[in-house]
């Protein structure tokens, strides 16, 4: 009998992961994360924050994302 499941078909991006449940999230955000995160701040004319945690900063990006209508 063949296994007719096959993960490939069905990709999955960790990038759609929620935050909250990786298992690196609580560690500092990364260079690109601040980066990124601060030339979005300055768009908003909101302030950055250099101690979020790679998680919290991935929530900060999307908002700000949002408000500025830059990425998705």
Same mark, same amino acid.
Do not use: G
């Given at each position: 009998m063949t296994d007719t499941h096959n993960p490939k078909r069905e990709p999955f991006s960790n990038?759609?992961? +929620?935050? +909250? +449940?990786w298992t690196t999230g609580d560690e500092p955000m990364t260079g690109a994360q601040a980066s990124y995160l601060k030339t979005l701040s300055e768009e908003a004319g909101e302030p950055f924050d250099e101690s979020l945690t790679k998680g919290d900063a991935s929530k900060r990006i999307d908002a700000l994302q949002e408000k500025t209508g830059r990425g998705k």
């Open positions: 990038a759609e992961k +929620d935050p +909250d +449940d």
